[in-house]
């Protein structure tokens, strides 16, 4: 086994934790937190990738990985505007608790 | 061609700088996007499809931008609609005072949905230029050739997408915005994992580049075996085919009007055209038959879901909604159908039948906000003869119907007999009866909405307030144009072959 396919069997499993997580946890927190997880898991395949020739290891999969750090950041930033805003509209829910409607 | 992302773009950028001048700026942002989208129609009829290097760089370093007879119809279709709902944006958000008695009936009715008062909300700060980017965002995913790339746009996309639903800002929109959000990461990851096992394989992301690697290949089903089914899922939750549309509902049934009209017309189209360029193009030679039979027959089960659904709504707005559910399973069985002949008549209905829906389904939200700022309520049984109110709108709500029923003259006719021809040829005769008993659920749920306008009207009534034509007049452009597709089919069925 090489490092490689150590890293994108590694990465694999943790996109199948994340994807659990996502589906099967309530709280729109942690499902946040699992679609991060899921997404930790696509950039260690992606490096697995670019580094299975050997020698220099492959600059394209390095800007995807950046590219792709950049985007997660927006959407989990706006999701957690989003979890704010439900707050601030209705005060009585708890910004921890599930979604419900 | 790179116009067409960058006037979107800057004119976005400049809503966001005056935002006073926002409605403005945007109406000539999407006039002038029309205007690219028809000076590329042209020169791909005269020259066939088109590419351009941004900077120069080759492939693999940098990245083509590619328009072919199929990807010119999207920009014009996208184009199109957003003229149409950004002019209807402008009065949609413009407080216009209307003349209204006062009667003592409820004039507010907290339930529906497009805030029930009878002038328009004010147009909310950062509206524009969301507005604008989405388009920048969708026209770049119809003109990239990469794919990672590919997914870039379609997050920005969902990112736009999402902020428009929230922005109407109260609980319900705001709720399902962030379900939105949620399902639409999870499908962009999905994606975004299959690229990166593709990449892992074949070590190019360029769409033509990976033809070239999967044709040759020794053994390219089993590399693909498991990127693909990656591949077709993430992007079928982002198209919201059935079972994976629980977030479409919600979520076009609680924006503004005209961002419903852009969501449900093209939003979904953007998933829908890349993987309609991925199985006819790279994948061709290695996506299994299976897989087309197991996409139809979703597509079949969303049909039959999605009409049931729809005649179950007590509003109407949920009824389109749960109508665009329906709608998707239609592109979905010619994409199963394009998966076992390329070359068939299943692509050509495909495409036919998403421009008639993006222009129909568009024209109904557009025209159900016009209905709305009249009677200020969308329940279905309390509509009683709403054309007094808005006349031009129920017209057209009308006339995009027989889209979407799928009648004689009308585009969605033509898409549908094609995917039929498609099905025959493919012995599928149960895709030809999911067309069928689709079209036919469609007449039911939409004749639920047509016979509110012989409803006599009782005598106490008030007189409903007039519509404002700014509401009007795009709703009913939109759905003639579905109506004219059908009558001049040749000239887009033309680009497509």
Redesign the interface.
Known sequence: MTLATLYGTLGIVLFALGLYGAIVRRRVLRKLVAVNVMISGVFLTFIAAGSRSPGEPDPVAQAIVLTGIVVTLGGTALGLALVRRIHALDLTSDPLEPLDG | MIWSVVVPLAGGLAALLAPRRAARIAILTSVATLAVALALTRAVALDGALEHRPGGWPP?LGIRLVVDGVGVLFLLLVALVFVAATVYGASFFDPVETDRIDTGREAYDAEASDHAVRKGPRAPEGFWALWLFALASLDGLFLTADL?NMY?AI??L??AS??LV?IT????S??A???Y??AG??AS?FF??GI??L??EY?V?DLEALATAISAATDPASATGVALPLILTGLAVKAALFPFHFWLPPAHGSAFSPVSAVLSGLVVKGPFFVLLRLVTGPFAPVVPEAAGLALGALAVVGILWGSVRALQQPRLKLLIAYSTVAQIGYLFLALGLAISDPAGPAVRGGVVYALAHGCAKASMFLALGAIVRSTGHDRIRRLIAPQRGAPIAVSAFAVAGLAIMGFPPSGGFVGKLLIGEAATGADQWWTLAGLIVGGLLAALYLFRVFRRVFVAVPDDTAPLPRAPLGLEVPALALAVVSLLLGLAAALPLGLVS
């Open positions: 693999p990672f870039v997050e920005l969902t990112l999402v902020g929230a800002n109260d609980r319900a705001v709720t915005a962030l379900r959000l949620l990461m999870v990851l975004l994992l990166s096992l990449y892992a070590g992301l």
